[in-house]
């Protein structure tokens, strides 16, 4: 979910693990998130290509992530990009029957694709509604600020439900009023040792100290 803190959490573990990492695209990497959220009827012009946008970058860093063939960690996954956003904006009539016909066709063929194998581990950050809007209205993005709460307790609980239903790889489950890495970078040791007791195997310590960056 938005505002959970998955890019500290990601950045922390890269470096603890000395992971290489790939981050989502927004802010100024991303021509369409500030037209999506800011125009007036931005959600209703601006779904698709905000969407096609997500997914070919997601694809991309999948890519070279697998050229490497080393370990990586991401902030977010590319299961997301259609089940949570593109199917959402379909059901809240943003995107027409035939973008969505378009959107999925597209991310059917390219989860086909070697690089779109499931993670080993995906680790699903939960945090209550009220929680995530003081988390948004605190980080102080100005598009995500003037979004209504309609919005975000719809995405909410469409987080809730996909997760519950989700199979393709397992997954840790972690309340994120249980830790704060910002006031307590040491957190992330007692995180880490979750991470590998849910993978079943120790991965290698990158032995060096890390800043956190949000």
């Not at 393709?168 to 830790?179: E, F, I, K, Q, T």
Request: glycine content about 8%.
């Amino acid at each position: 979910m938005v505002g959970t803190g998955k890019t500290t959490l990601t950045q922390a573990l890269a470096a603890y693990f000395g992971l290489a990492v790939a981050l989502e695209s927004v802010d100024e990497e991303n021509p369409w998130l500030p037209l999506f959220y800011g125009e007036a009827d931005g959600m209703r012009r601006y779904a698709l290509p905000l969407q096609l946008h997500f997914l070919a970058t997601r694809m991309e860093s999948l890519r070279r992530m697998r050229a490497e063939e080393a370990d990586w960690l991401l902030d977010r996954t590319w299961f997301e990009d259609a089940e949570i956003f593109a199917r959402g904006l379909f059901e809240a009539g943003y995107l027409s029957p035939l973008e969505w016909v378009l959107y999925r066709r597209l991310y059917t063929e390219l989860s086909h694709l070697p690089a779109a194998r499931p993670p080993r581990l995906l680790i699903y950050l939960s945090a209550p509604i009220e929680v995530v809007l003081e988390r948004i209205r605190g980080r102080g993005r100005e598009s995500e600020r003037e979004v209504g709460s309609a919005y975000w307790q719809t995405l909410h609980d469409r987080y809730t439900r996909w997760i519950s239903g989700f199979r393709l790889c397992p997954v840790l489950m972690l309340d994120v009023r249980h830790y704060d890495l910002l006031g307590d970078p040491g957190a992330i040791t007692h995180i880490a040792d979750k991470v590998e007791a849910r993978l079943g195997r120790r991965l290698d310590k990158a032995g060096v100290q890390y800043n956190l960056l949000v």
